[in-house]
Structure formats: C-alpha cells, structure tokens
C-alpha cells in the first residue's frame, strides 16, 4: 500500500495605490495608474511510504524487501481479499514452519518541508481612454528545503535508507537533510496598443520559475533545482465593424529549463534488472522523475464571430513546435553507464551467471534494452519533442431561435481536431539496413519522424429555456460526447519487434504501441431552475 500527504499553508497580502491625470503639461493624455504590492509565505509538507507484506523471517534471505520474501496469491471474483495476519497458515508449500509475515517499507518514501517568501511590485498605467495599456511587474522569491528522502535499502537487512545528496561526497548519504536555499528574481511586462478603435497591437515578455521541488527524487539520487522559463508573444486584436466578430493572430517563442517530469521507461528498467538476477529494491523497484528543456514556438489564431442574432460561433487554430534542449538526462547518464552489463545479459543464455547474478530471461532484456534506446534516441538535442502536433483546432457553434414555435430552443455542436502527432523516430537499423548502425546514423536517425495518425472528436447539444411563470425559468439540456462514438485507438508510441520475435519468420520490423481510446458516446441531461 501507498500513503501520500500533502499539506499546505499561505499567508498574502495586497495593498495597491492608483491616481488619474488628465493632463500633463497641458496634453490630454487621460493617465490612469495604479502600483500595486503583494506579498507572501508559504510553506509546504509532503510525505509518503510504501509498504507491502512480506516474509521477515525466512533463514535463506534475512532481507525481507529482498523480492524473494514477497506474498503472491490468488483472487477469486467469488472470494474476498485473502488476510494476510502475522503467521502463514499450515501446510503452504515452500514454507517453513513459524514463518512470520509483517508490513514493512518496500518502495519510495519521503519527509520533506517547503518553504518560501516572496514580494512582487505591479504596475498598471492606461492612456487616451485605456487605448494604450502596460503592465510590468517584478517579482523576488527566496524558497528553501529541508527534504530527508528514502534513496536506497540495506542490503543485508533490508532497513530503509533515508537521507539526501551530499555534495562532498557526490553520493546519497543517511541521516542528512537536504537544506537548500535558492533565491530568484523575475520580471514581465505587456502592452496593449489600438493603433484604431478596431485594431490593437499586443506585446508581452515574461520570465517564470517554480519552487525548489519535493517528492521524488533523480534516478540517481538528489533533489532538482528550480524549473525556470522566459518568453516573448507578438500579436493583432481585430475588430469588426458592430463587433460582429473579433480575430486575435498571435506568435510566441518561448523556453523552459528544468522542467520536472516523470520518469521514463521505469517498468523497463526495473525489469531489466530483475531478468539479470537482481532482487535487491534498490535496482527492482527504482523510482524517480527526470528534467526536460524545450523550446517552444508557434502560431496561434482565434476567431469568435456572432454573424446573426441567432448564430455564433468560434473557431481557433494552432501551429505548434517544440524542440528538445535536453529531456531525461538523468536516464540517459543512468542507462548509458550500465548499459554495458545490459548488452551482456541481453545475449546471454538463460542462467548464465554475470556478475554474480543468474540472468532469467534475455530475450526480454533485449526488448527492453531497445525500448530504452528507441525511447532516448528520440530525444537528440534539437528533434521535434514528442507527442507534438502539427496542428491543432477547435470548432464550436450554437444556433438560437428566438421567435416561432421554436423560441428558446437551441442546438449546437463542436469538433476537436488534432493534426498528427510526432511518436517517435525510424528505428537507425531499419532506416540504414544495418545490424550496427554508427553513432552517427543513430543521431540522424533521431530526425526521421514517425507520426500518429490525425483525430476529430464530435460533439453535440440541444437546449430548450422555458418560462413557468413570472419567478420560476427552466432549462432542459442534452449534451452527446464522442459524438459519433469513435473508439479507433489513438496511438502513442511506437515500438521494435526483433527479427523472428514473433516466432514466425518476421523481419526487424517497427509499429505503433501504446494506444488509449477516446471515451464511449455519452449522453448527459441537466435540470436548471432559477427563480
């Protein structure tokens, strides 16, 4: 079992300051300002244990996470959960007498406290009747840990390690706190500007950060600093005449530097540990989160248009590109150092021993050694990140009749429209017809896109408002999702089947893996009343 608990406490405050002048040395300039100043405090907990049951007095291993020690059964539809108490009941095979099973720490845990303060100035001035705006504000935050985090078990007892990062020794060491402290100063500032009453120029640069984080930790131990980001947008504001619609076309370019990110490929890599013969939870059970840096840019339009009284509609459309700086570095490092004893395991024979351990099963391991590489060879430093679009759009309109035998009574529907959407890369074998492929061509194969296929999502809604009486108003509504209950896969990656995996004579050979489905086709009734 798992537990997690998250607290939090804040404490802010506001205090603002405006004034108006009309006129400066004699122009009209209908100045408007207002200083605001803010402050904050925030502190933060985060703890988690996980534990399972296992044998703790097994005379062959001592060490109950070791994974020999753990309690697998059977659970029946017809059959509640088995409860496992304190002694194992007679005659279970492979057990010996007076074996004690208890709950103990198994898995990842944590004890970690956030703190920070902040102070921010915000200005806000308006000109010549709010046609020209600008805010600019900048913001200092001082953040500081003290995070002990479960990094390792002991080998022999299988006692839970805690500790943090010691930088003196580049190791995780036990009892030590992590006591970090960083300090960050950040700026932004925008302008609205109506060139005429029915086009505006828009212009914004901005930097951002987050706090110093908690939780899971690198895959090799230690905590990451603060994800940071700056960018700029520049864009129109169009106008219609009667305000029958409004157009906004905007480019930004932005980037970000440490984000914080799951962990990749964990099942793999736990596995391929496990079919090499470990048992201890320090390889079988790793856990961890990752960094990625990405550059960002694009185009995007929006259009919301009310041609009659009676229909109104609103459309917008994306041009997204995002470019990898550097994803996952802790698992590159991690399994590029021990991809060594992989390589090995994976083209040995099953009980072979390698360093120490018996390899079970190295026709997986192979799988999964690829797996990992077709997974970090997808992030070369300047390739297209994946699970970008090439576009995506959003289409919805809702038609009102408001006289007849229909009044009241509107329908509408939406369409959610996604381009397709970069997977992965051509496998650098099957791209250059080569059982060893060169560094190089493994880094070009990285910008040989694969794609998944485009996907539209329908949507519908009819709505009926009706008057009971002068105090009491209704609305009857029905809203389809998945309109046309589209339940294609929608793919998310893509994988290498070795030649003859199959068992049938096939070739190296790449496909799609990983697919979800849109949910089924559902239809939802609301009641309003309002009186």
């Not at 996470?65 to 539809?77: A, D, F, L, P, S």
């Not at 915000?122 to 009747?129: G, L, P, R």
């Not at 980037?255 to 496990?274: A, E, F, H, L, V």
């Not at 809702?398 to 429209?417: C, D, E, N, P």
């Amino acid at each position: 079992r798992q537990y997690q608990e998250n607290t939090s406490q804040d404490l802010r405050i506001l205090t603002s300051f405006k004034f108006e002048y009309p006129k400066i040395f004699g122009l009209n300039v209908d100045l408007k300002q207002r200083f605001s100043i803010i402050g904050g405090y925030r502190r933060g907990t985060f703890e988690m244990f996980t534990r399972s049951t296992r044998w703790i007095n097994n005379p062959a291993q001592l060490n109950p996470t070791n994974n020999i020690n753990r309690i697998n059964y059977r659970i029946y539809w017809d059959q509640p959960r088995p409860n496992i108490g304190k002694t194992a009941p007679a005659g279970l095979p492979g057990l010996a007498g007076g074996a004690e099973f208890k709950e103990v720490n198994t898995g990842y845990a944590a004890d970690d406290e956030g703190r920070s303060a902040y102070g921010q100035i915000v200005s806000n001035t308006f000109f010549w009747n709010d046609r020209i705006s600008i805010i600019a504000g900048m913001r200092q935050d001082r953040s500081q840990r003290n995070n002990s985090d479960q990094y390792s078990f002991d080998s022999t007892t299988g006692r839970i390690l805690m500790g943090a990062y010691d930088p003196t020794i580049k190791a995780n060491r036990e009892g030590i706190r992590d006591r970090t402290k960083t300090k960050a100063t950040t700026s932004n500032i925008g302008t609205v500007v109506f060139v005429l009453p029915w086009l505006g120029v828009v212009a914004n640069y901005s930097e951002n950060f987050s706090g110093l984080p908690t939780g899971v930790g690198k895959i090799d131990g230690g905590g990451f600093e603060q994800p940071r980001g700056k960018g700029n947008d520049f864009g129109f504001k169009i106008a219609l005449p009667d305000n029958r619609a409004y157009l906004t076309a905007s480019y930004y370019n932005a980037q970000s530097t440490g984000t914080i990110i799951g962990g990749g490929q964990i099942t793999q890599m736990n596995r391929i540990w496990t079919n090499l013969g470990y048992t201890d939870a320090e390889h079988t059970t790793l856990n961890y989160r990752d960094v990625q840096s990405l550059k960002t840019k694009g185009y995007e339009f929006e259009l919301t248009a009310n041609p009659t009284r009676n229909f109104r509609t609103t459309l917008n459309y994306s041009l997204p590109e995002a470019t990898v700086i550097e994803s996952n570095t802790g698992l590159k490092a991690y399994f590029a150092r021990n991809l060594p004893e992989f390589e090995a395991g994976a083209v040995a024979a099953s009980g072979t021993v390698l360093n120490g351990k018996t390899v079970q099963n190295p026709a997986q391991i192979a799988l999964d050694v690829q797996s990992v590489k077709d997974f970090v060879n997808g992030l070369t430093l300047g390739s297209t990140q994946n699970g970008t679009y090439k576009y995506t759009a959003n289409l919805a309109g809702t038609y009102s009749f408001r006289g007849g035998k229909l009044k009241g009574l509107s329908i509408g529907g939406g369409a959610q429209l996604r381009g397709k959407k970069k997977n992965g890369s051509v496998d650098a074998q099957l791209l250059y017809k080569t059982t060893a492929p060169t560094v190089q061509q493994t880094h070009d194969a990285a910008f040989a896109y694969l794609y998944a296929p485009s996907t539209k999502l329908l949507t519908a809604f009819a709505s009926y408002d009706y008057r009971i009486n002068q105090k009491v108003r209704a609305r009857f509504q029905v809203n389809v999702a998945n309109l046309l209950d589209d339940d294609k896969p929608q793919w998310s990656g893509y994988g290498v089947l070795t030649a003859n995996q199959l068992q049938n004579g096939n070739p190296r050979m790449q496909i799609y893996n990983n697919f979800t489905e849109f949910d089924p086709r559902k239809f939802t009734f609301t009641s309003t009343f309002s009186f």
